[in-house]
């Protein structure tokens, strides 16, 4: 007694003791998860043992060993549900011990699912235990489950959004979407919705549901952006002019530091309707839109000045009467 009074009065155990001397932080871990599983277990079997001393009557002795099993079912699944808790504290620790890599964010809703579902289960092995029939429970929570669902559909399919936008993470805080008639800045991911900062400067609450289910175009995560036009030289320049224009037109875009030489497309493609159609096409390294309209406006000016050394003409629709 006077050992215990020590244990009780310290609070920690001589195994505790021992496991704060190593410098691996597991065997805390595993004293954590197995201590109050054990008592149980031992509890449960001096139960048992004491009955069978006692020679205990018939009645008595069936409800000992239900009670002794319903301790030891209960230890089991105290062990499980704090081994949850010790196998996904973090998504690092997670991923190093399981090799499965899930989002910070959703840890905390799949441990509470997995503890929810560890409680339900025991519940019902331990209703079970004692004799009763478990069919009608569960098919009245199935009702009432179906019930609350139906009632709820809204808020779990917001839910449902929100994991699906946090674990597949189509766009993150503070980058520039586009998704059906909306886009902006995403300011706020929350459970329910997402509140997103347009351009003109509203504030739109889009639920999840709808986010998570439509096609999301992320601007912020380009890592260089598309340069293409169409130009048309009137009818009135030779075939020298052309293949002049687009060698200078060549030259001058290999020349520009930020474009991508590789990518650089200019070929004579129709004789459109208004003129001869050059189609200039390249990739400019610049993901900023503010800084790739500055480099395109002079891409575009440098092309006005290839035009106007060589004495060409830009077509324009005109129709004749």
């Known amino acids: 007694m006077a050992a215990a009074t020590v244990v009780g009065s310290t609070g920690c155990s001589p195994l505790h003791a021992l496991a704060k001397r190593t410098d691996s932080a597991w065997d805390d871990v595993l004293l954590t998860i197995v201590t109050v599983p054990a008592r149980l277990i031992i509890i449960a079997i001096g139960l048992m043992i004491g009955a069978e001393i006692l020679n ?153 549901s709808k986010l998570a289910s439509s096609p999301i175009l992320n601007w912020s995560r380009l890592s260089k952006r598309w340069y293409n036009t169409t130009l048309r030289v009137t009818y009135s320049a030779s075939r020298q002019d052309i293949v002049e224009l687009m060698n200078r037109i060549r030259i001058m875009l290999t020349e520009r530091e930020k474009v991508q030489t590789d990518s650089i497309i200019v070929n004579f493609i129709n004789f459109g309707d208004f003129g001869y159609e050059i189609l200039v096409r390249c990739y400019i390294n610049l993901a900023d839109w503010p800084t790739f309209t500055n480099e395109r406006e002079i891409i575009n000016l440098e092309i006005m000045r290839i035009f106007e050394e060589l004495d060409l003409k830009i077509a324009f629709p005109s129709r004749a009467l």
């Not at 089991?76 to 997670?94: E, G, K, M, T």
């Open 56 to 208: 205990v009557d018939a009645s008595t002795s069936i409800f000992v060993i239900h009670l002794a099993r319903v301790l030891i079912i209960i230890a089991v699944l105290l062990a499980a549900y704090q081994i949850v808790d010790a196998l996904a504290p973090s998504s690092n620790r997670l991923f190093r011990l399981t090799g499965l890599t899930i989002n910070e964010r959703l840890l905390p809703f799949m441990r509470t699912a997995i503890k929810l579902i560890l409680i339900a289960l025991a519940l019902v092995i331990i209703i079970q235990e004692w004799g009763y029939d478990v069919s009608g429970l569960v098919a009245g929570l199935g009702l009432g489950g179906l019930a609350f669902s139906l009632a709820a559909k809204d808020t779990v399919e917001n839910l449902f959004g929100f994991t699906t936008i946090v674990g597949d993470q189509p766009f993150m805080v503070g980058e520039f979407i586009k998704s059906n008639d909306i886009e902006g800045t995403v300011e706020h991911v929350g459970i329910r919705s997402t509140r997103i900062r347009q351009p003109d400067q509203s504030y739109v609450t889009v639920p999840n």
